[in-house]
C-alpha cells in the first residue's frame, strides 16, 4: 500500500470520530466486551488458500446510537499441516495475529443490528515456513449483524477482509468469518 493510502484512510477514521455528535456522548455512551470465533481464509501468492480458525476479543465505546469506536485483538491458526516442505516456499505463516482499532456504523433496527466499519492496526506473521516473524501494519473492513438476546447480551456475525500492507501480491486475500457474543452495560 501506498502512504497516500494510509493518510488518507488515518484520516477518514479521524473525521468519522470528529464529526460523532457531543452531545449525545454523555447520553448515550455504553460499553461492550466481547468474543469471537470462527474461521480465517489466508490466499499466498502463488499457492492454494489455507483455511483456518480465527479467535479474539473485542471492546466497544458507543458514541452514539449509531457509531462506536471498536478495539479488537485477535489470532489466526492459518497453516493446520504442521509438516514444512524443506524447499518450499518461505512466505507461508502458520499464525497471524492483530490488534486493530476504528469506527463501526450501526443501522440500528430493533433488535437486529446489521453495522459495517473501517479499522487500522498491527499484524504479526510468524511460524509456518516463514524465516523470521513478520511485523506488518494493516487495516480491516467489517460487515456483520448482531441479533439483541436482551439489552445486555447479543450474538452475531462478523465478517472481515483484512488488507496487510505488504505488497499485495504476497497475501491478496485475508479474510475471517467469526460468529460473536457480547456483553453491553452503561447507556440508556
Given at each position: 500500500?501506498?502512504p497516500?493510502?494510509v493518510?488518507?484512510?488515518a484520516a477518514?477514521?479521524?473525521a468519522g470520530?470528529?464529526?460523532?455528535?457531543?452531545?449525545?456522548e454523555a447520553?448515550?455512551?455504553?460499553?461492550?466486551?466481547g468474543?469471537?470465533?470462527?474461521?480465517?481464509?489466508?490466499?499466498?501468492?502463488?499457492?492454494s488458500?489455507?483455511?483456518?480458525?480465527n479467535?479474539?476479543?473485542?471492546y466497544s465505546?458507543r458514541?452514539?446510537?449509531q457509531?462506536d469506536?471498536i478495539a479488537?485483538?485477535?489470532?489466526s491458526?492459518?497453516?493446520?499441516?504442521?509438516?514444512?516442505?524443506p524447499m518450499?516456499p518461505?512466505?507461508r505463516?502458520?499464525?497471524?495475529?492483530n490488534?486493530?482499532?476504528?469506527?463501526i456504523y450501526k443501522?440500528?433496527?430493533?433488535q437486529?443490528v446489521?453495522?459495517f466499519?473501517v479499522?487500522?492496526?498491527?499484524?504479526?506473521?510468524?511460524g509456518?515456513?516463514?524465516?523470521?516473524?513478520?511485523?506488518?501494519?494493516?487495516?480491516?473492513l467489517a460487515?456483520g449483524?448482531?441479533?439483541?438476546?436482551?439489552?445486555?447480551?447479543a450474538?452475531?456475525l462478523?465478517?472481515?477482509?483484512?488488507?496487510?500492507?505488504?505488497d499485495?501480491g504476497?497475501?491478496?486475500?485475508?479474510l475471517t468469518?467469526?460468529?460473536?457474543?457480547?456483553?453491553?452495560?452503561?447507556?440508556l
Open positions: 500500500m501506498r497516500t493510502v493518510a488518507a484512510f477518514l477514521v479521524f470520530a470528529l464529526a460523532a455528535p457531543r452531545s449525545a447520553m448515550e455512551r455504553g460499553q461492550g466486551f468474543l469471537d470465533a470462527g474461521l480465517a481464509v489466508l490466499s499466498v501468492s502463488g499457492q488458500a489455507e483455511v483456518g480458525i479467535f479474539g476479543l473485542h465505546i458514541l452514539t446510537d457509531l469506536l479488537e485483538a485477535g489470532g491458526v492459518v497453516d493446520l499441516d504442521p509438516i514444512v516442505v518450499g518461505t512466505n505463516p502458520a499464525m497471524i495475529w490488534a486493530d482499532a476504528g469506527v443501522l440500528d433496527i430493533v437486529f446489521p453495522y466499519g479499522l487500522a492496526g498491527g499484524y504479526v506473521l510468524n509456518g515456513s516463514l524465516t523470521a516473524t513478520q511485523v506488518q501494519p494493516g487495516a480491516e460487515v449483524g448482531d441479533y439483541l438476546l436482551s439489552r445486555s447480551w450474538v452475531g462478523s465478517i472481515r477482509e483484512h488488507f496487510l500492507f505488504t499485495l504476497d497475501f491478496p486475500s485475508y468469518v467469526t460468529g460473536r457474543v457480547e456483553y453491553t452495560w452503561g447507556g
